[in-house]
């Protein structure tokens, strides 16, 4: 086993042991297995490789100051990953099923959990896909779901640190009925473009508007927005938002900071007034946003470039849960027995 630098380590695949896959055939999923393969053989004519049948989920084990083992919240990227499924008319794996799969991936890959203290953690990747042959468009009965995993290093290397971010009216990435409420790869492919532009001009990501009129706020490119004025956690409510698990997470948190929250549609309008903007996902648990720059009126919305104080505390609240330094009191994190 080779020495990892875990501090070293950045958002990227890492091979692992193993990965935990099922096949869906018959009208019934398959047992698990368990491979240390890193491909898989695949139809040239599989209904994901056409028609983006595929979609997926993204959460992590921490190793806490304990030295047990925990996942964040599980059960509700099952849940997602089921409502995900069913949009795509996929076969929906259970709750059981994906819990205790990511279970088993993270008891098979232990060397690879990254130590407490490291600011690492272990990225868990469930993916879904319609592997069907097939040439028409059509739902297909046959699918796999595959969970692999990858050490990430901690988001922010040199601590917390604003970061700036474009509005871009160019391209959408969802419509208002269309898929941006589910996690598929194609709500990607069609925020790839104006991901690559703003990261060009050196903006780390995109806050994207609603595409009917572009007059509310919807979600940063792998990000939920989140803005807090005057005791008030704010954060946009929308057809085509994806359902972040680490917002719903802040929420909660905000509320018990005492932080009145709203979760409503929010006017571009007022990204004047507040205090403190952030993105928050998986990813980085919260990336404050100290700068955003609207790419059509050429306008800049400045936050500072200190961390704010509500982010922090927020920040804070999560981690100390996931890394098992506060009492998990709403039961969010489950064990992995080793
Ligand atoms: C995954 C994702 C998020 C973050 O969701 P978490 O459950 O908090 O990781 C936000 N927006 C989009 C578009 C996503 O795909």
Redesign the pocket.
Known sequence: MENIEWGKLGFNYYKTAYNVRFHFADGKWGDMEVTDDEYMRMHISAACLHYGLELF???KAFRGEDGKVRLF?PD??AK?LRSSAERLCLPMPSIEMFVDACKELVRRNADFIPPYGTGASLYLRPMLIGSKACLGVKAVDEADFIIFCSPVGPYFKEGMKPIKAVIDREQD?SAPRGT?DV?VGG??AS?IFSGERAHRNGYSNVLFLDSAKHEFIE??????FFGIRQGCYITPKSTS?????????LRQIALDLGLEVQERPVALEELDTFEEVGA????AVISPVGQLYDLDTQKVYDYGSEVGEYSRKMYDALQDIQYGRAKDKYNWTVEVEM
């Open positions: 989920e993204g959460l919240r509700e990227n997602r990435r941006g996690k709500n990607y925020s979600e940063f490119g792998a990000a939920n938002i994806l359902p972040s698990i680490t917002n719903k997470s928050c996902g998986t990813a």
